[in-house]
């Protein structure tokens, strides 16, 4: 039997200090024996997550300007020079015991591009990581009914039970199959923030290979770091748009923008006043999150 190859840890930072230390000291014991290196990208934190990284002898930590969670990963795979798989992790996740080499193994299958864990949050409750192809009746906002057609999440805490293969999954804790993030390029920079796990995973599948989830390898995702604001909200909504519009043609790009703008409605009216922000950014391109920029059009021209 070979030899496994060396692991590329890749976590990206932005004022994280009160969650990184946590992540790295889990490390070890999940990656139980597997060889690693591990490299932080910070985007810029104003706190002081760039000392308490520093000061460990576990980890490289590169510091960078803020140009987005994407960028940020695709530099820390290029910092470190290792062959074998990515595993990118948000800081404010903890591994399990174990867990790493779970995912590594379950990521020799054949065409597997990448492979998630079961996530549950600080309190051990399941959280609703596993998602499915964005669709036209997804866009409704409709996913309280509970139905696969209208529901982009996957609901149903059965299909959280047993491996499969999903068309993407939340991008907290991603072991990343290195010849397809190199068929790939790495992830699209220019997803600032949200979307970019998607897009990922959707055109991975588009050369043949395919997101498997493993409920055997656990994390804890804490979540909330990035923060809750109508510009993030924004931010959010404006990439989900952006890419259904990367994947279809004009008309159906046209009706995903008029069905994201009667769902952030519907939410307005429910009291949600971020959602004012996002149906702004949609359709006014010069109100958007500056990361966003105005110039690339919501539709085809």
């Given at each position: 039997m070979g030899v496994a190859p060396e692991i590329a840890v890749v976590v990206v930072t932005y004022n994280s200090s009160a969650v990184i230390g946590d992540l790295l000291d889990s490390l070890p014991a999940a990656l139980a024996g597997l060889s690693a290196r591990v490299v932080v990208v910070d985007n810029g934190s104003s706190d002081d997550t760039c000392d308490v990284v520093s000061r460990r002898g576990d980890c490289v930590l590169v510091r960078e300007q803020n140009r987005g969670y994407?960028?940020?990963?695709?530099?820390?795979?290029?910092?470190?020079?290792?062959?074998?798989?990515?595993?990118?992790?948000?800081?404010?996740?903890?591994?399990?015991?174990?867990?790493?080499?779970?995912?590594?193994?379950?990521?020799?299958?054949?065409?597997?591009?990448?492979?998630?864990?079961?996530l549950v949050d600080d309190h051990g409750q399941l959280s609703l990581s596993l998602r499915r192809e964005p669709t036209l009746g997804r866009a409704l906002g409709l996913g309280r009914t509970r139905r696969p057609a209208l529901s982009e999440t996957v609901q149903d805490h059965g299909a959280y039970a047993s491996p499969h293969v999903t068309d993407w999954a939340t991008g907290?804790?991603?072991?990343?199959?290195?010849?397809?993030?190199?068929?790939?390029?790495?992830?699209?920079?220019?997803?600032?923030?949200?979307?970019?796990?998607?897009?990922?995973?959707?055109?991975?599948?588009?050369?043949?290979?395919?997101?498997?989830?493993?409920?055997?390898?656990?994390?804890?995702?804490?979540?909330?770091?990035?923060?809750?604001?109508?510009?993030?909200?924004?931010?959010?909504?404006?990439?989900?748009?952006?890419?259904f519009r990367r994947r279809h043609g004009r008309g159906a790009s046209v009706l995903y923008l008029l069905l994201a703008v009667a769902s952030e409605t519907s939410w307005v009216l429910r009291g949600h006043h971020e959602s004012a922000t996002a149906i702004k950014a949609l359709l006014v391109p010069g109100s958007r999150p500056v990361e966003l920029g105005c110039s690339d059009r919501m539709l085809p021209s």
């Open positions: 994407a960028a940020g990963l695709n530099t820390g795979v290029r910092a470190l020079p290792v062959e074998g798989p990515i595993l990118l992790l948000n800081p404010d996740v903890r591994m399990d015991p174990g867990s790493v080499a779970v995912m590594a193994s379950t990521l020799q299958q054949p065409r597997t591009a990448a492979v998630v864990p079961r907290a804790v991603m072991l990343l199959s290195r010849e397809c993030f190199d068929a790939l390029g790495g992830w699209d920079e220019s997803y600032f923030l949200y979307s970019e796990e998607t897009d990922y995973c959707l055109r991975a599948r588009d050369i043949g290979w395919v997101t498997r989830y493993e409920p055997a390898a656990l994390a804890v995702h804490i979540g909330g770091q990035s923060g809750r604001s109508a510009r993030i909200h924004a931010m959010q909504i404006v990439n989900r748009v952006r890419l």
